[in-house]
C-alpha cells in the first residue's frame, strides 16, 4: 500500500490532537519555567547551619535591636529583639528588610580613594589664615563622631559640623507626656523608637497637625487637618492664646478656628505633662514647650556615655549655619551612617569659591556623591561595626554596637579611620577604648540579647563586657533625676516656612517618608503605596491648572532649583500642596514649606 | 473525512495519547536510587520510632528534615540486625564517618520559605498529609528528578496521594481550610 502525502498530514493532524490532550506540552511548558527559575547568574542561598545573631539597627537613630536568623553565616530574616528595654522586641519595616541593603542597586564599592586622599593632603598644605578644613557628620554622637572632633583639633583650622536637631543633650520623655501635640511630626511612623512609642502610647492623648491624611494622623485622637506649611503659625496661634489672646492672624494661616485655638490651648495647659514635637527647626515648638513646662518634664537632659579621658581634647561640635560663608577648603563628609541630610544649597554656599574640595565617604552616589569631586566607598549596615547613639526617646545614655552580619566587599573603607588618616591623627580600637571607658564608669546595666536579661556592668568583667557588645548586648545607663536642659537653641535658618511662597510658587511642599531598602523599594514602587524617588503628588485641581496629568513628567521648581519628576494625580492631597518623597535630590532644592510649583516638561 | 483518512488520523491520535500519557511520564524523569536501602515500617514497627524521633526539630522551632548521620550511628554503631541493607549501611557510612547523601523528595525550590513548624505544631497536621505513606514504606523508592527543571517529580504528584507540592496545591489547601494566604507568607 502506498502512502500518500494526505495520509502522512491526517497522521500529524490526529498526533497533534492527540498529545493536546496529554499532560506532555502544559508539562513542558510549566517545567520551562520552572528550569528558568535555575539559569545561571540567579543568586542561590547558602545552605548550612542555621544560627542567631544579634546585632542593633543602624538604618535610623533608633537603633533598634536585632536578631538575625543566619543560615551558612548569611542573614537570611531579621526580627526584634523580645524584652528589650528601649526597642520591645519591635522593628520597621525597614528594619526587617535591613539586610538587603548591601545589595541596593544605587550600591558603590568602587571610588577614587587615593585620588582623594592626594587631593586632601595638597589642600591641606595650601590652607589660607582664614580657611578650615571640615568634617560634617551626618550621625552625631558616635565614637566616630570623637574620632573626627580629634582629627579636627589635631589639624590646622579643622572644624567638627554635626547634623543633628535642637535636642543635641536632652531626651524626649515619652512616658511622662499625657498629652502630645505633633506639628508635623511623624510619631507614629519615623520618629524615635518605633517599640518605645508605641509602648507610651496608650500614656497620652495626641494631637496631630498635619496637612495630609498621613499615618499618624489617622492614628492620632486628634487630627488637625491644617493648610499645608502652617506648622509655624499654629505654634505660634497656640502661644498667643495661651497668654490670653485670640490668634486671629494664626487662624487664618493654618484654616484652624479661633475657638480651636483657645482649645488647644486649654487642653495643653490642663492635661500636661504635655510636650509639643516640632521639626529641627520649628522655633515655635520650642516656646511652647517652654511655656508649658515640659522642659525638666518630658524634655530632659540625658548626659553621654562615657568616653576616654583622653579624648577630650577636641573640637567642639558647631551648626553649620555658625560656619562663615566661603571658608571651607577641605570639606569631608561621613554619609556612611544615614542621617540628617543638610541640603547642598546650605552646604556650598560656606565652601571656598576656588577648587574647593569636597569629599564624601558613602554607600551611595545618591547623597552628597552627586556634589562631591570625590566618592570614597563605604561599608553600610550590616556589614560595619560602629556605635550608635541614643534615640531622642531615649532617657538614659546608651552603648550599643552594629556589628557587621555580612563582610563588606573589598575596596570599601572604614571613614572614621580614613578621616583620621587623613588628618595625620593616630587611633586604635576606638569602639574597645570607649567600651572600656563605659565599664570602668560602673555604673548602668548590660542587656543582652541572646540571655534577653540584664546584669549590672559592673558585675561583668571587662573583657566579657567587650564580648557581649560585640555580640549585639546593649549597655544602658542608670535614669538620672529628671533635670531641666538649657533652652533649646533653634538653628539659624529657622521658620522659613511659607516665607518663600510668592504668587509664581504657590504650591506648599510636604515631604514623606521615601523607601529605602531594595525589597520594599519594589514593592512601594509596584504597589504605588508610597511615592517612589522621582514622583510628586497634587491634587486633580492642581494638576489641571498646571497642565499635567496622571503619570505626566514634569519639572518641580522652587527658590533653590528645579528637578525632573512624575506627577500622580490624588484628590487625598490638599489643595495647595504638592507631596514629595524626601530623597538629597528633592531636599536640595525643596524643604519642608517652602514655595515651589509643577511644569509641564 | 473518508475512511482512508480516518484511519491515519485515528492511529496518530493514538500514538500520540500513549506517547503523551505513558512514554513521556517515563522519559522526563530521570531516576536515582537512595543511597541507602532504608525501610521505614521497620523502624516504626520493630524500633517504635515515630517520625519527630529522627525528622526532629531543632531547639528553635526549625525542621531538621533528614537526619544527619550522627542520629543513625546512635543505634547503628553496630548492626542491630542481619539484613544485608543494614550491614552495608554499617559498612559504607558508619564506619568512615561518610554521611550519606540522600535525595529529598519533597525539597523545595529557593524561593519558597516554608516552615514545618506552623504546619506541624500549630496547625497540627500529620506528616502523611503532605508526604503520603512515606512512614508505611518498606523501601525507599526511586528519586525522580524532573530532567528540564530539575525539581523533584514529587512536586508534580506525591505518591500516595491526590496531590503535589506545587504553588496551586499549598492555595488549594489553604482555601480548603479557610487559613490566610498571602505572597509573602511563603516568598520572604
Known amino acids: ?601 | 473525512m473518508t475512511i482512508r483518512g480516518k484511519i491515519p488520523f485515528l492511529a496518530g491520535t493514538l500514538i500520540a495519547l500513549g506517547v503523551g500519557w505513558v512514554g513521556f511520564p517515563y522519559a522526563i524523569n530521570q531516576r536515582r536510587p537512595q543511597p541507602v536501602d532504608f525501610s521505614h515500617k521497620v523502624h516504626a514497627d520493630k524500633a517504635g520510632a515515630k517520625c519527630e524521633d529522627c525528622h526532629a526539630f531543632r531547639e528553635d522551632g526549625t525542621f531538621a528534615g533528614i537526619p544527619s548521620l550522627d542520629k543513625c550511628s546512635g543505634c547503628h554503631a553496630a548492626a542491630m540486625g542481619t539484613t544485608v541493607a543494614e550491614r552495608s549501611f554499617i559498612d559504607q557510612y558508619v564506619t568512615p564517618n561518610r554521611e550519606p547523601q540522600w535525595e529529598d523528595y519533597a525539597r523545595q525550590p529557593e524561593n519558597v520559605f516554608f516552615s514545618h513548624s506552623v504546619h506541624v505544631k500549630r496547625a497540627g497536621m500529620r506528616c502523611e498529609s503532605c508526604h503520603g505513606p512515606t512512614g508505611g514504606s518498606d523501601s525507599l523508592r526511586p528519586y525522580r528528578e524532573d530532567r528540564i527543571s530539575g525539581y523533584s517529580a514529587d512536586i508534580w504528584k506525591v505518591k500516595g496521594t491526590n496531590h503535589g507540592m506545587k504553588m496551586a496545591d499549598c492555595v488549594d489547601c489553604h482555601r480548603t481550610n479557610q487559613m490566610e494566604q498571602s505572597c509573602l507568607d511563603c516568598h520572604k
Not at chain 1, 342 to 358: C, G, Y
Not at chain 1, 391 to 416: C, H, I
Not at chain 1, 502 to 511: A, E, F, I, Q
Request: overall charge neutral; some cysteine; aromatic content about 4%.
Open chain 1, 1 to 601: 500500500m502506498k502512502t500518500t502525502r494526505r495520509e502522512i498530514l491526517f497522521f500529524a493532524g490526529g498526533s497533534a490532537v492527540g498529545i493536546l490532550m496529554t499532560p506532555a506540552p502544559w508539562r513542558l511548558i510549566t517545567d520551562t519555567a520552572l528550569w528558568s527559575e535555575n539559569w545561571p547568574g540567579i543568586p542561590r542561598p547558602a545552605r548550612g547551619a542555621i544560627t542567631a545573631r544579634y546585632t542593633n539597627c543602624a538604618l535610623c537613630a533608633a537603633g533598634c535591636a536585632v536578631r538575625a536568623r543566619c543560615v551558612a553565616e548569611q542573614p537570611v530574616s531579621l526580627a526584634g529583639v523580645a524584652g528589650h528595654p528601649l526597642s520591645h522586641g519591635a522593628l520597621c519595616a525597614y528594619g526587617l528588610a535591613g539586610h538587603h541593603l548591601p545589595y541596593h542597586p544605587a550600591r558603590v564599592t568602587r571610588g577614587s580613594e587615593r585620588e582623594a586622599m592626594a587631593a586632601v593632603t595638597a589642600a591641606m598644605d595650601r590652607l589660607a589664615g582664614n580657611e578650615h578644613m571640615a568634617v560634617l557628620d551626618l550621625r552625631p554622637g558616635r565614637t566616630a563622631s570623637w574620632t573626627y572632633r580629634r582629627a579636627m583639633a589635631a589639624v590646622k583650622n579643622g572644624v567638627y559640623v554635626a547634623a543633628g536637631g535642637a535636642l543635641a543633650n536632652a531626651a524626649i520623655d515619652l512616658s511622662k507626656a499625657r498629652t502630645v501635640l505633633s506639628l508635623g511630626v511623624p510619631l507614629l511612623e519615623d520618629w524615635g523608637t518605633p517599640g518605645n512609642v508605641m509602648a507610651a502610647r496608650a500614656g497620652f492623648h495626641l494631637i496631630q497637625a498635619d496637612a495630609v491624611e498621613s499615618r499618624t494622623a489617622v492614628m492620632a485622637d486628634q487630627w488637625l487637618r491644617i493648610k499645608a506649611g502652617s506648622e509655624e503659625a499654629l505654634g505660634q496661634g497656640i502661644l498667643q492664646a495661651l497668654g490670653g489672646q485670640t490668634p486671629v492672624a494664626a487662624a487664618e494661616a493654618t484654616g484652624i478656628a479661633e475657638q480651636q485655638f483657645l482649645a488647644l490651648a486649654g487642653e495643653l495647659r490642663q492635661n500636661g505633662p504635655a510636650l509639643v514635637l516640632g521639626g529641627a527647626r520649628s522655633k515655635s515648638a520650642a516656646q511652647l514647650n517652654d511655656a508649658l513646662g515640659a522642659l525638666g518634664r518630658t524634655i530632659v537632659v540625658r548626659r553621654e556615655a562615657p568616653v576616654p579621658d583622653a579624648w577630650k581634647k577636641a573640637a567642639p561640635a558647631v551648626d553649620l549655619a555658625s560656619v562663615e560663608d566661603g571658608s571651607i577648603r577641605v570639606l569631608l563628609i561621613d554619609e556612611s551612617a544615614p542621617g540628617a541630610y543638610l541640603p547642598w544649597s546650605a552646604v556650598e554656599p560656606k565652601l571656598v569659591r576656588d577648587n574647593p574640595v569636597v569629599v564624601t565617604l558613602g554607600w551611595t552616589r545618591d547623597g552628597y556623591g552627586r556634589h562631591a569631586q570625590y566618592l570614597v566607598p563605604a561599608g553600610v549596615y550590616p556589614e560595619v561595626t560602629d556605635d550608635l547613639p541614643p534615640a531622642v526617646d531615649s532617657v538614659a545614655a546608651t552603648f550599643r554596637m552594629s556589628v557587621p552580619l555580612v563582610q563588606a566587599p573589598e575596596g570599601v573603607v572604614k571613614p572614621e579611620e580614613w578621616i583620621a588618616r587623613a588628618a595625620g591623627l593616630q587611633v586604635g580600637d576606638t569602639l574597645r577604648e570607649r567600651a572600656d571607658a563605659v565599664h570602668r564608669a560602673g555604673r548602668g546595666t548590660l542587656f543582652t540579647y541572646a540571655g534577653g536579661k540584664s546584669v549590672a556592668a559592673k558585675d561583668v568583667k571587662i573583657d566579657d563586657f567587650w564580648k557581649a557588645l560585640q555580640a549585639g548586648a546593649c549597655w544602658m545607663d542608670e535614669v538620672e533625676p529628671a533635670r531641666r536642659p538649657a533652652a533649646v537653641k533653634v538653628a539659624a535658618g529657622a521658620t522659613r516656612q511659607a516665607a518663600d511662597l510668592t504668587d509664581d510658587l504657590p504650591l506648599v511642599v510636604v515631604l514623606t517618608e521615601a523607601p529605602s531598602s531594595p525589597l520594599l523599594s519594589k514593592i512601594y514602587q509596584e504597589s504605588n503605596l508610597k511615592l517612589g524617588p522621582e514622583q510628586v503628588a497634587i491634587h486633580p485641581l492642581e494638576a489641571r491648572a498646571a497642565g499635567v496629568e496622571d503619570g505626566a513628567r514634569a519639572v518641580l521648581e522652587t527658590l533653590a532649583g528645579r528637578i525632573d519628576v512624575e506627577v500622580r494625580v490624588d484628590a487625598g492631597v490638599p489643595l495647595g500642596a504638592v507631596l514629595v518623597a524626601s530623597r538629597p535630590a528633592v531636599l536640595d532644592v525643596c524643604g519642608a514649606g517652602v514655595g515651589a510649583k509643577v511644569v509641564r516638561a
